[in-house]
Nanobody
């Protein structure tokens, strides 16, 4: 599966953004476990949130209550709604996917930059 992210940009602290990721190359998108990761300058890539094929979600404590992950299996897309952004949220955000039960099938998008700055 191929993944393309969009929606990044420059936002002030306290602002909001919505990231999108569209998948192609599969007719079984609804069977994929999807996620968002991020990598800040000088840091390792870290998990932000995931959404299972069933629709159940998980968010890291650092974004819980501020970020929401969702999916639209008809459009083959996932979203990351980010509210109350802080300087620490500045990073390149990556879309991630793997077929349920097969983490070895993982794919990554090219990333989209989110910069939080006043």
């Amino acid at each position: 599966v191929q993944l393309v992210e969009s929606g990044g940009g420059l936002v002030q602290p306290g602002g909001s953004l919505r990231l999108s990721c569209v998948a192609s190359g599969t007719i079984r998108f609804n069977m994929y476990v999807m996620g968002w990761y991020r990598q800040a300058p000088g840091k390792q890539r870290e998990l932000v949130a995931t959404i299972a094929a069933s629709g159940s979600t998980y968010s890291e404590d650092s974004v819980k209550g501020r970020f929401t992950i969702s999916r639209d299996d008809v459009k083959k897309m996932i979203y990351l709604h980010m509210n109350n952004l802080t300087l620490e949220d500045t990073a390149v955000y990556y879309c991630h996917a793997y077929f349920r039960g097969r983490p070895d099938s993982a794919s990554w998008g090219q990333g989209t930059q989110v910069t939080v700055s006043s």
